[in-house]
């Protein structure tokens, strides 16, 4: 029994394909092929290679993405950080009751370690109130 593997690189692929289209527009009518004629293996033909376009400018458009994402949560790191500190003047330095309205997670202070959990930190709890630390809640005093 004869094997005919599939070529694992595409373009490998696409020329097989192409050849096969060949192959169909030369010999149908003779054969007698109605369902996958030239044309329909053409048409699958150019789907398959306009997919496989889009998908390698997707991956090379991922890079500077995950860049940019890095950087932001970076930054966002370096905020919650800074904003703990401010919190922690009024809050006290470790996790209590008073903590619970600012969101961070699993009775903690510390910045959250997983984006996703510090991506949800501003939205934990949509009810808070404003945190003692805004100006908003302090209160005026006269000089």
């Known amino acids: 029994m004869a094997t005919n593997p599939i070529p694992d690189p595409l373009d490998a692929l696409f020329t097989l394909a192409e050849d096969a289209a060949d192959g169909l527009s030369a010999h149908e009518t003779q054969v007698?092929?109605?369902?996958n004629t030239a044309a329909v293996m053409r048409?699958?033909?150019?789907?398959?290679?306009?997919?496989?376009?889009?998908?390698?400018?997707?991956?090379?458009?991922?890079?500077?993405?995950?860049?940019?994402?890095?950087?932001?949560?970076?930054?966002?790191?370096?905020?919650?950080?800074?904003?703990?500190?401010?919190?922690?003047?009024?809050?006290?330095?470790t996790w209590s009751?008073?903590?619970?309205?600012?969101?961070?997670?699993?009775?903690?202070?510390?910045?959250?370690?997983?984006?996703?959990?510090?991506?949800?930190?501003?939205?934990?709890s949509p009810s808070r109130p404003t945190s003692p630390a805004t100006p908003a809640t302090r209160t005026s005093r006269s000089t």
């Open 32 to 35: 007698a092929v109605k369902q």
């Open 97 to 124: 009751q008073a903590w619970e309205p600012t969101g961070f997670p699993n009775q903690s202070t510390a910045v959250p370690s997983t984006v996703a959990e510090r991506q949800a930190l501003p939205c934990s």
């Open 43 to 93: 048409e699958a033909l150019t789907a398959a290679q306009a997919a496989q376009t889009a998908y390698q400018a997707a991956r090379a458009a991922k890079q500077p993405l995950t860049a940019v994402q890095q950087v932001a949560d970076s930054n966002a790191k370096a905020f919650l950080a800074t904003a703990r500190n401010v919190l922690a003047n009024y809050l006290g330095g």
